[in-house]
């Protein structure tokens, strides 16, 4: 009696991870088991801008979306720093007045000093790098937990401030290129460069990808999935930027007929390709670095990342140096929106950034979350914040919905991660 052998299994890198369906499956799998990633977040977003949408006429007008990018960038670029230490299951209650202390420090050298504005930015960028120096240093090597160490700097640096601020306690950001960021945009055709540039890193990675894991003889997704996911990054860029590139100036009206001139307003805000190239950037380290997979491997399990040979103690402390250099970044977008800079910058955004990463799917347990899960809570928040202020609800109201939402989101991340440790059990 003869019997039909088997197929035999496709040999790893020969062929794709399956089929697409397969693909599918295996991704509703895993939300079953408790993976669901952003999958909250970009629900609640899609929910929210539907609502507000319905609620007020002018919330999804050009306008207004140019002013929710500006912003949010604040907030997007302070959640994405606290990624690094989030990961490490730590915190960094000090972000937020690493902000303001380099900002401070960067309009006084400006302005007092007649300092040169990218000199000033550099060294407040060093001054970032050796505050998460120092924070790393007696979190990794001294052993004093994350929050008291960064509580300690957070009541200090409020006193540093004031003391580099001085008696006056409010100075303007008068450097033009810096006032920009926040306040201006790009001329169209650099607005469409800039999408033409985005998308070819987005193909040139996914083909990078694709070859590593050949090289690697590990199997690749099927290609379809790929071009899909690279076409709807194309649709929808290319989307943004026409709806940002037509006049989004308020009309003022028409006399005998004649429609009263005004400035155009026009073209993608300047805050926002920088915002996207920190993003990528921050994503490939994270993603195809060793650094990146070492920071997962010791948030996820410290002692089995130490055993297995990783730096613990020097990844700690790259993660707290990246976190308040990004910090700093944070601090000069918000003078840059603002417009000054005073003695109270950055004091109180600490925690609103800690809610965006938490609300996008980032693990406050360490191991879990993608700096696109942050840039996704910190537009969710944004969305609250300015949907309430077009409906003209008072200011309570809005963080009384911020919390319920960020209370909602470490809700998910407990329950996904008890439902992955059944699945894992079983």
């Known amino acids: 009696m003869t019997s039909t052998p088997a197929t035999p299994p496709p040999t790893i890198g020969s062929g794709h991870e399956g089929s697409i369906r397969e693909q599918f499956t295996a991704y509703f799998r895993g939300i079953r088991q408790g993976e669901m990633g952003a999958l909250p977040a970009i629900g609640g977003f899609v929910v929210l801008l539907i609502l507000f949408t319905f609620l007020s006429s002018s919330f999804l007008t050009p306008l207004n979306i140019a002013n929710l990018l500006t912003q949010a960038a604040t907030l997007m670029m302070l959640a994405m720093a606290l ?35 990218i000199a000033a930015i550099l060294i407040a960028l060093a001054t970032g790098l050796a505050i998460g120096f120092f924070i790393g240093f007696f979190v990794a090597r001294v052993g004093i937990p994350s929050f008291v160490v960064t ?23 008068e450097t033009p290129e810096v006032a ?38 590990v199997a690749n997704r099927p290609a379809l999935l790929m071009w899909g996911r690279l076409a709807l990054i194309a649709i929808a860029g290319a989307l943004f930027v026409a709806m940002l590139s037509v006049d989004r100036a308020p009309s003022r009206g028409s006399l005998n007929g004649v429609p009263i001139a005004h400035n155009a307003i026009e073209g993608v805000p300047i805050v926002v390709p920088i915002t996207v190239a920190i993003l990528w950037a921050g994503t490939f380290i994270l993603d195809r670095t060793r650094f990146g997979r070492h920071l997962y491997a010791v948030g996820g399990n410290p002692e089995a990342a130490r055993r297995a040979g990783i730096k613990v103690a020097s990844i700690r402390m790259i993660a707290f140096v990246t976190c308040s250099t990004l910090a700093v970044v944070a601090g000069i977008f918000d003078a840059s929106r603002i417009g000054v800079v005073s003695a109270a910058s950055g004091s109180q955004i600490v925690l609103s950034g800690v809610a965006a990463a938490v609300v996008g799917g980032v693990s406050l347990f360490g191991g879990r979350g993608r700096l696109t899960h942050a840039a996704i809570g910190a537009l969710v928040i944004a969305v609250i914040a300015n949907g309430l202020g077009l409906l ?18 470490a809700s998910f991340d407990a329950v996904s991660r008890k439902r992955a440790g059944g699945a894992l059990a079983r």
């Open 180 to 217: 920009a960021i926040m306040n201006k945009n790009l001329p169209i055709l650099w607005g469409w460069i800039g999408l033409a540039i985005a998308i070819a890193l987005a193909v040139l990675t996914a083909l990078w990808d694709r070859a590593r894991r050949a090289r690697a003889g």
């Open 151 to 173: 509580l300690g700097l957070f009541l200090g640096f409020q006193g540093l401030q004031l003391i580099i601020i001085g008696t006056g306690g409010v100075y303007r950001v």
């Open 83 to 117: 990624v690094f230490v989030i990961l490490l299951g730590e915190i960094d209650l000090s972000a937020g007045v690493t902000s303001g202390v380099s900002a401070a420090l960067f309009v006084v050298l400006v302005h007092n000093y007649d300092v040169n504005w």
């Open 392 to 409: 003209g609800l008072p200011a309570g109201v809005n963080f009384l919905v911020t919390g319920g939402v960020l209370i909602l989101a």
